[in-house]
């Protein structure tokens, strides 16, 4: 087997396993049944273990000896440190993003932002996943590769909390409302307000958070 497809299985393996821990499907208390995923998956255990392995390098699992790997559960300590992070950062990359954005870019945030509206009507376990795409495509074009892929990550982390955020009733509406915003001004080129615009949405997120997630023990 070619090195090429060891590393398309290993990344398939990881954005499969991600996709279950990010919608729930996999217990929080429980042990990662490695066995049972890997015969299901149709694979064997050594390439599913490095891809437990890369997801715990993400954040998502921890392992315990003798044990295997956990999901780590959401806490209030973790919203705080990784909305803390993305204010830091995701806003001045956004401003940036706007005024570098090409015509593909611009087309790419629209169709992003479409997806996510309709998604949110139809299937709302995947809302996490596309509002990910979407604060990526007012991300990328601001050519910031080192803090582009530090967001990458930090959304990945955010993912579950978007998700948990979403629960109560109108939630998706009033998130539908920003998005719309935060593109339009993006679109625009209108930096200075996109960048206040997209402090405002992660600092309300994080507020609704606090208020909805249990207090650390």
Do not use: C
Request: proline letters at 3%; a neutral charge.
């Amino acid at each position: 087997m070619s090195s090429l497809i060891v590393r398309n299985l290993s990344d398939q393996l990881v954005e499969l396993v991600r996709d279950r821990i990010l919608s729930g499907q996999v217990s929080v208390d429980k042990p990662i049944r490695q066995d049972a995923l890997a015969a299901e998956l149709g694979v064997s255990k050594i390439p599913l273990r490095e891809a437990l392995a890369r997801l715990e390098q993400e954040g998502l699992l921890r392992s315990q000896a003798n044990k295997g790997f956990f999901v780590r559960p959401l806490s209030t300590a973790e919203a705080e440190e990784v909305y803390a992070l993305r204010l830091k950062l995701e806003p001045e990359a956004v401003a940036l993003a706007a005024k570098r954005a090409s015509d593909a870019d611009r087309r790419i945030a629209s169709e992003a932002l479409e997806t996510l509206e309709r998604i949110n009507g139809e299937q709302g376990t995947r809302a996490g996943t596309f509002n990910r795409a979407f604060h990526l495509a007012l991300i990328r074009p601001s050519g910031l590769v080192v803090t582009t892929s530090f967001l990458e990550r930090l959304h990945i982390l955010s993912d579950r909390y978007v998700r948990k955020h979403l629960e109560p009733l109108g939630r998706d509406e009033r998130a539908d409302k920003e998005h719309t915003l935060l593109l339009e001004t993006w679109l625009a080129r209108d930096h200075k307000t996109v960048a206040a615009l997209m402090r405002e949405h992660i600092g309300q997120t994080l507020e609704d958070l606090r208020k909805q997630l249990p207090a650390d023990t």
